[in-house]
């Protein structure tokens, strides 16, 4: 459904934009109806850049992004909107979404203004309960109410009702759990669950590794703007690859294991891996030679430089994103 493929994205910072910024580099990866794709990483790595390009708000430097095979990097204004009936953002502060001086109903008539001109009252009443009913929000409790008089969740659900009400197919999620306390972020995350149950496809953008764990049949690993890893959550999870990685699983505390279980295992794991360059590996399983890779334009420091671990579970060579120098001199 949603592909994007080596998609690049050079921020001009100073004051005369005269610096370039490379937030994002070479990044490929899709997601498909009913499927949630986590994309994780520490802050500033990249991971709001992407979702605000696939959403439009952003132009790309580079790569391409399209939607059931159709390029949506370049849309005019009725193509944009088109776009947004099927895709649509939910972002980590509720409250920014809502203007405090009115009330939050305010938000979805202005939906209705330019998605359903021609819907009348009772049956634009009736498709917004519905909406509202997929998010277990009583309309009473909530429409009448000022933002500040709803809790952040309640806001999150909100939101998350007005783009069902567009019957989206793509949903990307920015961070929404951040902000939510404990016992409300398991109504979104059951929430998540349940609209992928009915075939919405779902990039949940997260720096909680656990989170990504938790909701996603596939997680992709962001690190400086690049992808390190990619692939199916219990791939990633039960034999992580690349060192970022696996520094990330070890800082997630274990609640169900002794510090000594946790060391234990994190030490069998680095010597399995020391002096190993898994990248490098997995070309010569694929009996691939560096040199090669390198004249054909495939580097390492490129997301395209990838290498399939086993199907579907990809790695990049990680001296290269952590800008190290490469100890067979690539
Ligand atoms: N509008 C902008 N102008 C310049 N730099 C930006 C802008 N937005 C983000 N950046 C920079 O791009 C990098 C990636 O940011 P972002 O995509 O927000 O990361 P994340 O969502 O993973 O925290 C960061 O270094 C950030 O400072
Ligand atoms: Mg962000």
């Known amino acids: 459904m949603l592909t994007i493929e080596a998609l690049d994205k050079v921020y001009k910072t100073g004051t005369f934009g005269t610096s370039d910024l490379h937030a994002v580099r ?22 709001s850049t992407i979702g605000k390009m696939v959403l439009h708000l952003l132009d790309s430097t580079g790569g391409s992004i399209t939607f059931d095979g159709r390029d949506v990097t370049r849309l005019g204004f009725r193509a944009r909107r ?3 009936r099927k895709v649509q953002g939910v972002f980590q502060d509720p409250f920014s979404s809502f203007n405090p001086i009115f009330k939050v109903d305010r938000t979805f008539e202005t939906l209705r203004r330019s ?15 519905e909406a509202l009913g997929a998010v277990s929000l009583e309309p009473g409790d909530t429409l009448g109410k ?18 069902l009400l567009l019957d989206i197919e793509l949903l990307v999620a920015d961070e929404i759990i951040s902000m939510l306390d404990a016992s409300t972020r398991i109504d979104v995350l059951n929430l998540l669950g349940e609209l ?23 997680v992709v690993i962001l690190y400086k703007g690049r992808v390190v890893e990619r692939g199916a959550t ?14 990330l699983l070890a800082s997630v ?5 002794t510090w000594e279980e946790v060391e234990a295992e994190e030490s069998a794991r680095s010597a399995r891996l020391a002096g190993r360059c898994l990248y490098h590996e997995a070309l010569a399983a694929q009996g691939r030679a560096l ?15 990838l290498v399939e671990h086993a199907p579907g579970h990809f790695v990049g060579c990680f001296r290269k994103a952590a800008d190290e120098e490469c100890p067979a001199g690539v």
Do not use: M
């Not at 998605?115 to 309960?129: D, H, I, M, Q």
């Not at 219990?234 to 520094?247: E, Q």
């Open 26 to 47: 070479k990044v490929s990866l899709d997601v498909q109806r009913g499927e949630v794709v986590s994309l994780i990483g520490e802050s500033g790595s990249g991971k």
């Open 82 to 84: 088109d776009y947004y």
């Open 115 to 129: 998605y359903f001109p021609r819907v009348s009252g009772a049956a634009w009443r009736e498709k917004l309960e």
């Open 146 to 163: 000022f933002p500040h008089q709803l809790s952040g969740g309640q806001l999150q659900r909100l939101l998350i009702a007005r783009a």
């Open 196 to 218: 992928k149950g009915r075939g919405l496809g779902i990039l949940f953008v997260t720096h909680d590794l656990s989170l990504g764990n938790y909701v996603s049949d596939r």
């Open 234 to 247: 219990a791939a990633v999870f039960d034999d992580p690859l690349h060192p970022y990685t696996r520094d």
């Open 253 to 257: 505390p274990h609640l169900d294991r």
């Open 291 to 305: 040199g090669d890779e390198v004249a054909a334009g495939n580097t390492p420091a490129d997301d395209v430089g």
